[in-house]
C-alpha cells in the first residue's frame, strides 16, 4: 500500500516537473504537454544505432528509473508513509545516486557514439566530485539527528530547520544535488548546445521515454531529499503532514528547474575545480562547524 | 530459508558476473561487470542482515569501478574489444593455480567446524555499535587507515602528475 | 609535567617551524632554546621542592613513552638547557653571513631536542630512540659545510665511529629488559648478578664510542670540522656528555668489577687524549682532545664510586668547554676562519677582552682557584683517593690534572706570544653575549657545588686539605711547564704519535675491523663465562696499574711506555687487518654478491611472474603451516 | 548453517577466479581488477564470519571496513602508478616491463 502511495505520488511529482521544464526552457506553459510528447516518443521508431554495445544500450534507460525509484524508496512523505525506513537511511540514498552515475555511463559508452561518450566521462568525473558533498553535507546532517533514518533526520528538525541550522551545509546539497540530476546550469552530459543531447543524443522512441521519466523522477527524489534533510520535510502547521511534503518537494524543484533558465552553463573544468577545490573544503569546515553547535552550544 | 536463498542468488550474481570480468573483450564492459559484482557482495550483506557495510559496498564500489572503467579506456589499446584480441598469458598457470586456490578454500569452507551459529541480529543497532567501535576501541586503528589513505592520495597524485621540466 | 614536556618540545616545535616557515631561523631558535631553559629552570625548581614527576603519553599507558622529572634529570635538563640557549645567542652572531641558516638552526634546535629527550627518558626505548637522534643530528651539524672539501668524510667518520659503538647500547638494553622484563630505567637498574655485569659493560661500551674515550676517541678530533657552536654544544652538554650522562644515570646497576674497568678506560683516555691535546696545533682539535680527556676524569670518579663527582666536574666542564670553545670561535673570525695556532699568534694580544675570557675559562679547566674547575677536579680526585683501588686511580687522575696544566699553559701562551692582528668581527655583540655569560659561570659554577650535592641526597668523599693541595700543586707545576717549554721537548719521541691522536690501526679500516675483533673477543668471553671474563679484565687492569706504578717515577719515562706500547699495538692491529680480518670480510662480500645475483634472476620485472611467484609462496606457507598443525 | 556455508563457498570461488584473473591478465588495470576480486572474496568472508559467529563483536565489521580501505588505496596506488606508466612507456602492458627488474 505504502509502495503504491509512494509510486503515484512520484509520478504525480514527476509529471509536474516535466511541465515545470517545459514551461522553464519554452516559456509556454502546456498542462498536458508531457502527455503529448510521450505519446508522441511511444509511438516513434526507436533506432538502434551502428554496432552498439547493445546491452548496455538496452539496460541503461531502465537503470536510471530504478536507481531514482530507490532512492525515493528511503525518503518519507509522512510518518506512515515510506517505503522502507532503512536503519541507513541517509546513506542509502547516496548508494541509489551513486547507480545514477552508472546508469548514465552505460548510456554513454552503449550506442557507440561520440557525442554521447563525451557526455557519460562528464558525467562521471562530475558525480564523483559531487557525491562526495552530498556525503559530506549528509554527515553534518546526520551528525545532528544522531541517526541515518531518514525520519529521525525529519524529527530532529523540529525546532529549527537544518536549512538555517547549517545554511552552508544546506547550499551545498543544493547545487550537489542540480549537478546529480545534471539540471542546467550543471547540465554537461547533455548539454543541447555543445554536445546535441549528450548521453540522450542516441536514443529515440521509448528508450528516450524511459530515460525522460528516469530523469524527471530523479529530480523529483532529489527535491524531496533536499526537503527532507533540510526543510523538515511533513513538518508544518496546519495542512497534513504528506502535503507539506508535497509542497516543499515541488518548491524545490522548482527553484532548481528555474536557476537553469537565468544561470549559463558552466564549463567542465569549472564545474569540477570549484566541487574539489571550494565545495569539499567547505563540507569539512560545515562538518566542524556542526560539530561545535552541538557539543558547546 | 529466505536469507540462504537470497544470499546463494546473489553470490551466485557476484560469481557470474566476477567470471565475466575475464571472459569478456570489451574493456568497459569487464569494468562494470566487476562493478556489478561487488554491487552483488553488498547485496549479499545487505541479505546477511549487515545493512551498514551493504550500503557501503553499494556505494564505494560503484564509484571506484566507475573510475576504473574511465582508466581502462584511456591505457587499453583495444578498449571496445572490437578487434578480439587475446589479453591473457600464462593461460594454463593461472587456471591452475586459480582452480587450486579456490578448491582449498572450498575445503576449508566446507571441513572446518564452525561452531554455533549466531541466531539474530539487529540491524538497527549496527550503526550504532560500529561506531562505537570505531570511536573507541578501534580509534587507533581507524585513525592509522585515515592516514594512510591521505599518504596514498598523495603518493598517487606524485607518481602520475606530469614532472616539471619535462617536455 | 606539561611544563617539563615543553622542555622537549619548545626546541622540537621550533626546528619544526624552522623547517616550515623557512625564515626568521634565529630568532624562532632563539625562542625555542628559552622556552627550553625557562621550563628547564622552572622544573628544577619544583623538583627541589621535593616534586617528582614521571608522565608517559596520555591516553597510550602501553607505549614505552616515558619522561621522568627527578632529581638528577632536572639537574641534567637544567644544563642542557642553559648551554643550548647561551651556545644558540652566540650561534646568531656566529652564523652572521652564512648561508644556509635555516638548516642550521633547525639541525641545533632539534639537536637540543634530542639530547633533552634522551636527558628526560625515564624508558630505555625512548632513550634509544633519543641517543640515535643526537648521533644522526650532529652528522648532520658536523657535516654542515658538507661541500667543502674533507667535511663530509669527517661528519660521516665521527657518524660510524658512535654508530658502531651504539651496538653496546642495543645489547645492553636487551639484557636488561631480557633479564627484569620493563623497560623502565628505575626499575631495571636493580639487576645484579651476571646480567648487571654484561649490561654494565655495554654500556661502557656505548659511552667510550659517545664520550670519545681510548680507543675510539679518534672521530672526536675530526668532528671540529662543522661550525664552532656546533662544537661547543656537542662537546659540553649533549653529544659527547651523553655518554657520561648514560653512565651516571646507570650508576646503580654497576657492580664493583665494572667500576673498576670503568676507572681504568677513563684514566687511560685522560693520559692518552691529554698528551694528544698537547701536540696539537690546531686551537680546536686542541679542545676537542682536552674535551675526551676530561671526560676520561668523569669515567674515573665514576669508576671510583661516586658519580656525584663526575656530575660536577660534568656541570662545570660544560661550562668551561663551552666558553673556551666559543672564545676560540671568536679568534677564528677575527684571524680570517683559521683555527691553526699558527695563524692565531698573539691573537690575545688583539682581543683583549675576549682572552680574559678564555684565560678564565681555561685557568679553570686546569682547576685554579676559586674558579669552577677546582671545585670539581677536587671532588674528582678526593673520590679516587678514597676509592678501594686508589692505589690505581688515584696517580692516573693526578696525571690528567697535571697534563691538564700542561696544555691550558701551552694554549695560553701560544695565544699571547706574538703579534697578531685581528680583523673586525661581524655579529660581535652577540657572540659576546653567550660567551660573557657562559664564562661567568663557568667561574662561578663552584657556589652552586653544595646545593646541588643536597638536592641528589648524595655524600661528596671528604675533602682533605691534602688531596687539594697535591691537586692545585699539580695544575700549577702543569700550567707553568705549558707556559714555559715548547712540546716538542716535553714530549720527546711521541710527539708525532700524539700529534696523530694515538690512532689505532689507522682510520677507516678500523672501523670495519675493530667491531669485528671485539665481536670476536665477546664471543671468546662469552664462550668461557661471563666470570672468568670479567677477572681477565681485572687482571689487564692490574697490568696497566703496574705500568702506571713506573710512572709515577718519571713522567717522562711514563710517557714513553705509553708511546711504545700504543706503537706496538697499532703495528699489531695493522697485522691483523692484512691478513685474518681482510680475507675474512673478503670472502663474506664475495658470498653476499653471489647471492644477491643469484636473487636477482628472480627479480625479472614482470609484474604477472611475480604474482606467480607469490602465490606460490603464500601456498607453501599454508601447506607449512597445515603440515605443521597435523604433525603436532 | 547452511548460510554461512553459501557465504564461505561463495567467497572462495570469488577467489579462486580473482586469483585466476590477477594471474592471467595482461595488463596493469586487469590485474588490479583480479585484486579486487580475491579482496571481494575476502569480504563476503568476513562478513559472514561476523554475522553468523560473532556478531557481538564489532571489530568483525571494523576489519571489512579496513580492507575496503585497501580496496581503495589499491585502486588509488595503482592508478598512479599506470598513469606514470603510460606516461613513461605508452603501454601498461606487463609483458613489456622488463626494465622493471632490479
Known sequence: MNAVMAILMLLVGAYLVAVLEGWVSTGRLRPAGPITSGLALLGRESVVPRRPDRIFFEVAPPLLLVAALLAAAVLPLSPGLIVADLA???????????????????????????????????????????????????TAVAMRAESLFTTEVVKSQAALPNAIYQPVGFVLFFLAAMAVAFLPPLDLPTAPGELAGGVMAEYTGWRLAVMRLGRAVLVVTLAAAVSVFYLGGWLGPVLPPWAWSALKTLLVAAVMLLLGRYVPRLRETHVLEWGWKIGIPLALLNIFYVGVLLLVV | MLQTVFTGLFGLAAIWFAVVVFRTSSMV??????????????????????????????????????????????????????????????????????????????????????????????????????????????????????????????????????????? | MIVAALIILGPLAAAVLILALRRLAPALALLG?????????????????????????????????????????????????????????????????????????????????????????????????AWELIGFSSYLLIGFWFERPGIAPAASRAFLYTRSADLGLYAAIFVLISQTGTSEISRTLQAGGAAAVAAGLFLLLAAMGKSAQTPLHGW?????????????????????????????????????????????????????????????????????????????????AIGAGVPVAALFHLLAHAAMKSSLFLGAGVFQHASGDSTELADLEGMGRARRLTFLGFVIAGLALAGVPPLSGFWSKDAVLAATFVSPNAWLLAPLALAGTLLTGLYVGRALRLLWRGEGESEPV???????????????????????????????????????????????????????????????????????????????GGGFDGLVARPALGFARALDVFDRGIHAGVLAVGGFGLALARVADTMSDGIHAGVLAVGSASLAVARASRVIDDRGIDGLIDALVRGTRDLGARARELQSGLVHRELLLAAAGVALVFALLIAGSVGS | MTTLIVALAVGAILFGVGLYGALSQTNLVMIMMGVEVILGGALVNLVAFWRFLHPEAYSGQMFVLIVMTVMALDMAVGFGVATGRFRARGSIEMEEARDLKG
Do not use: C
Not at chain 2, 75 to 90: A, F, I, K, S, V
Open chain 3, 426 to 504: 661581524a655579529g660581535e655583540r652577540w657572540m659576546g653575549a653567550g660567551l660573557a655569560v657562559l664564562v661567568v659561570l663557568a667561574a662561578t659554577l663552584g657556589l652552586a657545588m653544595p646545593p646541588v650535592a643536597g638536592l641528589l641526597g648524595a655524600e661528596l668523599s671528604e675533602e682533605t686539605l691534602l688531596v687539594a693541595a697535591v691537586g692545585l700543586v699539580a695544575a700549577l707545576i702543569g700550567l707553568a711547564l705549558g707556559w714555559a717549554l715548547p712540546t716538542g721537548r716535553l714530549l720527546g719521541p711521541v710527539y708525532g704519535l700524539a700529534g696523530r691522536g694515538f690512532r689505532v
Open chain 3, 220 to 300: 672526536l678530533l675530526d668532528a671540529m670540522a662543522g661550525p664552532t657552536p656546533v662544537s661547543a654544544l656537542l662537546h659540553s652538554a649533549t653529544l659527547v656528555a651523553a655518554g657520561a650522562i648514560l653512565l651516571i644515570r646507570a650508576f646503580p646497576l654497576l657492580p664493583p668489577a665494572v667500576l673498576v674497568v670503568v676507572g681504568v678506560v677513563g684514566g687511560l683516555t685522560t693520559l692518552v687524549t691529554g698528551l694528544t691535546a698537547l701536540a696539537q696545533r690546531d686551537l680546536k682539535r686542541l679542545l676537542a682532545a682536552s674535551t675526551a680527556s676530561q671526560y676520561g676524569l668523569m669515567l674515573l
Open chain 1, 88 to 138: 541507513t537511511g541517509a546513506l542509502f540514498v547516496n548508494a541509489a545516486w551513486v547507480y545514477v552515475m552508472v546508469a548514465l555511463l552505460m548510456a554513454g559508452w552503449g550506442p557507440n557514439g561520440a557525442y554521447a561518450m563525451v557526455g557519460g566521462f562528464r558525467f562521471l568525473g562530475q558525480t564523483v566530485g559531487y557525491s562526495m558533498l552530498i556525503v559530506m553535507a549528509l
Open chain 2, 29 to 167: 564492459r569487464s569494468a562494470l561487470a566487476l562493478l556489478f559484482s561487488q554491487a552483488a557482495i553488498g547485496a549479499m550483506f545487505l541479505a546477511m542482515q549487515t545493512e551498514f557495510l551493504g550500503v557501503l559496498q553499494l556505494t564505494m564500489m560503484a564509484t571506484e569501478m566507475a573510475i576504473m572503467a574511465i582508466f581502462m579506456v584511456m591505457y587499453m589499446m583495444d578498449p571496445g574489444g572490437l578487434g578480439g584480441m587475446d589479453m591473457t598469458h600464462q593461460k594454463r598457470a593461472s587456471q591452475v593455480s586459480g582452480a587450486l586456490g579456490g578448491l582449498a578454500a572450498l575445503a576449508v569452507a566446507f571441513f572446518v567446524g564452525w561452531g554455533p551459529i549466531a541466531a539474530e541480529v539487529r540491524p538497527g543497532e549496527q550503526v550504532r555499535g560500529l561506531g562505537l567501535e570505531i570511536m573507541e576501541r578501534s580509534m587507533l586503528i581507524f585513525e592509522t587507515a585515515g592516514v594512510t589513505i591521505l599518504t596514498a592520495m598523495i603518493a598517487a597524485t606524485a607518481i602520475a602528475i606530469k614532472r616539471r621540466g619535462k617536455e
Open chain 3, 33 to 129: 632554546a628559552g622556552v627550553s631553559l625557562i621550563a628547564a629552570l622552572f622544573t628544577l625548581s619544583r623538583v627541589a621542592n621535593g616534586a617528582a614527576y614521571s608522565a608517559t603519553l596520555p591516553g597510550l599507558p602501553g607505549l614505552p613513552l616515558r619522561l621522568v622529572a627527578e632529581p638528577l634529570t632536572a639537574v641534567f635538563a637544567a644544563l642542557v638547557a642553559v648551554v643550548g640557549f647561551f651556545v644558540m645567542v652566540y650561534a646568531v652572531g656566529y652564523m652572521r653571513g652564512e648561508g644556509g641558516l635555516v638548516r642550521f638552526f633547525a639541525g641545533m634546535s632539534f639537536f637540543v631536542a634530542a639530547m633533552q629527550a634522551l636527558v628526560l627518558a625515564g624508558d630505555w626505548v625512548l632513550l634509544l630512540a
